[in-house]
C-alpha cells in the first residue's frame, strides 16, 4: 500500500585544481542524486577532502559529467600525466579517480594502454537494457510501499513535461526541448527508484542509466518514442493513485520490455 506520508600538499592540490571542475562535479547532475554521492567513497589518502568528498572523488565526478556529456568521446584515452597537469595535483588521486571510473563501467584500464571511455556496441546496449529492465520492476514493487501522494503528484508533473514538449510543434529538432523531456523521465525514474528505501538498487540503476546514456549514438528520441513513454508513465501513475501496487510493477515491466532491442 502507498502511505500518506591529509597532508598540506594534497589540500593545496585541490585548491589550485579547482578551476578545472564544473560545479556537477559538487552536485552530481542530471545523475548525481542516483550514484554521484559514490564519488565520496573514495579513500582519504587519495588528497584532501572538501566539502565531505576527497579530491579523487571531486575528478571523478568531474571526469564522469564530461564522459555522460559527450565532452569525453567513446574511444578516447585518459592520460595520467595530463590529468594530473590539468588538476593540479599528483597522479594518486587521478589513479583513484580513473579506477572509480573503472567500477562505474564508464573506462576500461589495460595493462600498457592506458584507460579509455568504453565504446558502445549493439550487443552492450541490449545487455544493458535487458538488466535494467529486471531491476526497474523490483525498485517499483518495493517504492510502492513507501510513495506518497505528493510523490504521485511529482510523478505525474514529470508526464506534464513530457506532454508539454510533444505540443511544441519542432520539438523533435528541439535539442532544448529533448532535454527537458530526457530530465523529466530521468527525474520520474529516479523519484521511483529513491523510493524503493533500497539504497543498492538505487546505486545500481543509476549506473546502468548512466552506461546507456553511453549508447547514445545508438539511439535517438523522437516523438513517437516520447509519445509511448508519456502513456506508459501515466499507466504507472494510474495504478498508483488507485493503489494497485500488483498493477503498477506490472506497468513497470511493459514500460521496461518496450526499450529492449530487438535482434
Not at 8 to 37: E, H, K, L, W
Not at 56 to 67: K, M, N, Q, S, V
Not at 110 to 124: K, S
Not at 232 to 259: K, N
Request: charge should be negative.
Amino acid at each position: 500500500m502507498m502511505h500518506d506520508t591529509k597532508t598540506n600538499s594534497a589540500v593545496n592540490g585541490d585548491q589550485a585544481g579547482i578551476g578545472a571542475f564544473g560545479m556537477d562535479a559538487f552536485g552530481g547532475g542530471m545523475f548525481g542524486g542516483a550514484f554521484g554521492d559514490a564519488a565520496g567513497e573514495a579513500s582519504g589518502a587519495s588528497g584532501g577532502r572538501a566539502g565531505g568528498r576527497t579530491l579523487a572523488g571531486r575528478i571523478h565526478a568531474e571526469l564522469r559529467r564530461r564522459i555522460m556529456s559527450g565532452a569525453i568521446g567513446a574511444g578516447e584515452r585518459l592520460v595520467v600525466d595530463r590529468l594530473a597537469a590539468e588538476f593540479a595535483t599528483s597522479i594518486t588521486p587521478i589513479r583513484e579517480a580513473l579506477r572509480l571510473l573503472e567500477r562505474d563501467a564508464l573506462i576500461e584500464v589495460r595493462p600498457h594502454c592506458g584507460a579509455t571511455v568504453c565504446l558502445p556496441t549493439p550487443q552492450r546496449f541490449r545487455e544493458l537494457h535487458q538488466v535494467r529492465g529486471a531491476l526497474e520492476p523490483l525498485a517499483m514493487s518495493q517504492a510502492c510501499e513507501h510513495l506518497t501522494p505528493a510523490d504521485i503528484d511529482e510523478l505525474s508533473r514529470t508526464i506534464d513535461i513530457g506532454r508539454s514538449v510533444l505540443a511544441e510543434p519542432d520539438h523533435a529538432d528541439d535539442p532544448e526541448a529533448m532535454q527537458r523531456w530526457i530530465g523529466a523521465d530521468t527525474a520520474f525514474h529516479m523519484l521511483i527508484w529513491r523510493r524503493s528505501g533500497n539504497g543498492l538498487l538505487e546505486r545500481m540503476l543509476g549506473q546502468l542509466m548512466d552506461m546507456i546514456r553511453l549508447h547514445r549514438e545508438l539511439y535517438f528520441v523522437c516523438t513517437q518514442r516520447i509519445a509511448r513513454s508519456v502513456d506508459e508513465h501515466q499507466a504507472i501513475v494510474d495504478a498508483l493513485r488507485a493503489g494497485d501496487a500488483p498493477a503498477a510493477t506490472a506497468r513497470m515491466t511493459d514500460h521496461m520490455q518496450s526499450f529492449i532491442p530487438l535482434g
